[in-house]
């Protein structure tokens, strides 16, 4: 299906009053919020990481109320249980037989709040979901509808009483954001309009979940040229030749960048993929996937370094690399 300028034109109405909706809250942080939008479109899962009191909930909960969809948020703790997360059959009285009660899973936007709180068999319950978009609940699977997203955050400096995030859960996230302090001039901007009350209480859905879904299809039909999808795989296969990664990016990473690539084509009004939308997506794509060397580590080389020398020498396609 070709997408048409008048698609374009109604992908970038909607996207632009997503991501002015959002940034009413989270103030001065336009990039992440529409990375963590993108992502959304992209069809994909974003885990957010950063010291607490920067807003990482407050981005999540502000995405998801920025759309008419049914929205859970899942406190992680040590506690929790699988069933939790994903549901329980119950047995009825009255019917005689057992019925099953859905989760916070079987939401469209779901907020995994602390997830490295809870204990691997309990993060493990989201994996199915997140890749599938199934739950298999006493050996009956049930379809997850779209949209779909799991947003999860996690602090990385406090590390008592918290579970590492296996590599396979990891790579089923494709993206990892951070927030960052705001600037100055946004935090004395913030003291005002946050002083007295949250601006997120004004905050009102600006789309349907069924546009959120055509949003999708129009991203999922933007063209990648061959010389493209060369580009995004001599990438991936740099990080996987680099002496100082005892882990690369692996099949799943070089999907989600060409997916994540193609929603930051469609953001920019083009309906093909151009290099550039390549390289800005490396980093939320890959960083999270990539495991330095101790060796490296000692000599203070990180992921970032890593990534910004591999999108170096890595040969660029020409610029122009639309269809025809």
């Known amino acids: 299906m070709p997408v048409t300028t008048d698609d374009l034109t109604w992908f970038g109405e909607r996207f632009a009053a997503i991501s002015d909706n959002i940034e009413y809250v989270i103030q001065g942080k336009r990039d992440t919020v529409e990375l963590i939008t993108s992502c959304l479109i992209a069809g994909g899962h974003a885990l957010i990481e950063d010291v607490p009191g920067v807003g990482k909930t407050l981005l999540a909960k502000s995405l998801a109320r920025s759309i008419d969809c049914s929205f859970q948020r899942i406190q ?52 199915e ?33 918290t579970y590492p995030l ?11 954001l951070t927030m960052g302090y705001p600037a100055r001039s946004k935090e004395l901007e913030m003291l005002d309009t946050h ?32 010389v493209v999808k060369g580009y995004i795989i ?19 990473a070089s999907l989600y960048l060409q997916r994540a690539a193609r929603a930051t084509a469609v953001v920019a009004g083009r309906d093909y993929v151009a290099p550039d939308d390549v390289k800005r ?17 000692m000599r203070g080389v990180g992921v970032d370094q890593i990534l910004e020398g591999v999108a170096n020498s890595v040969a660029v396609p020409g610029t122009r690399v639309a269809a025809g």
Request: net charge negative; hydrophobic share 40%; aromatic share 6%.
């Open 234 to 252: 001599d990438i991936a296969e740099a990080t996987r030749a680099e002496p100082d990664l005892l882990l690369g990016a692996s099949p799943r």
């Open 76 to 127: 992680f703790t040590p506690d929790l249980l699988p069933s939790d997360v994903t549901g329980v059959s119950v047995w009825d009285r009255e019917a005689g037989d057992f019925i099953f009660r859905p989760g916070p899973v079987f939401a469209n936007v779901i907020l995994g709040d602390e997830i490295n709180r809870a204990s691997p068999k309990t993060q493990a319950a989201l994996l």
């Open 195 to 226: 002083g007295e009350r949250s601006t997120f209480e004004d905050l009102r859905p600006v789309v349907h979940a069924e546009d959120i879904v055509r949003m999708s299809e129009i991203a999922q039909h933007i063209h990648v040229a061959d």
């Open 281 to 297: 997506m490396i980093g939320p794509v890959f960083n999270h996937r990539l495991i330095v060397r101790p060796e490296a580590q």
């Open 129 to 161: 979901a997140m890749e599938e978009r199934q739950v298999t609940v006493d050996g009956t699977t049930r379809t997850l509808g779209p949209p779909f997203i799991v947003i999860a955050t996690q602090n990385p400096i406090e590390h008592e009483g």
């Open 166 to 176: 296996p590599e396979a859960q990891l790579d089923r996230f494709m993206m990892r």
